[in-house]
Nanobody
Framework: EVQLQASGGGLVQAGGSLTLSCEAS????????IGWFRQAPGKEREGVAC????????YYEDSVKGRFTISSDNAKNTVYLRMNSLKPEDTATYYC?????????????????WGKGTLVTVSS
């Protein structure tokens, strides 16, 4: 069974930090790139962080640049999203998604699997 398990969400005060984890199983981890998306109530889902498979460039949504960092531990089949200096505007359900490495970051057509998401709530 293919699974993407996002975890680490919760309630945090503005200015605080959280680290989200996405543990993958049921497929060959090295053949996929894992990226992060989020969706706030009433808003469209948007790409948050991703590492390009072609050149290793990290891509971030403009509002999180300098605050969020994507990283991975291949031995654990896990991708992380470190979120610092959180703002109430970051409140959303965060999803990890697996795409074939031939597809570019945030191109949803290349996404094979979505995790169920983890809720991050940032209080003012």
């Amino acid at each position: 069974e293919v699974q993407l398990q996002a975890s680490g969400g919760g309630l945090v005060q503005a200015g605080g930090s959280l680290t989200l984890s996405c543990e993958a199983s049921g497929f060959t981890f090295d053949e996929y790139g894992i990226g992060w998306f989020r969706q706030a109530p009433g808003k469209e889902r948007e790409g948050v962080a991703c590492t390009s498979s072609s050149d290793g460039t990290e891509y971030y949504e403009d509002s999180v640049k300098g605050r969020f960092t994507i990283s991975s531990d291949n031995a654990k089949n896990t991708v992380y999203l470190r979120m610092n200096s959180l703002k109430p505007e970051d409140t959303a359900t965060y999803y990890c998604a697996a795409r074939k490495r031939d597809y570019p970051c945030f191109d949803v057509i290349g996404i094979n699997y979505w995790g169920k998401g983890t809720l991050v709530t940032v209080s003012s």
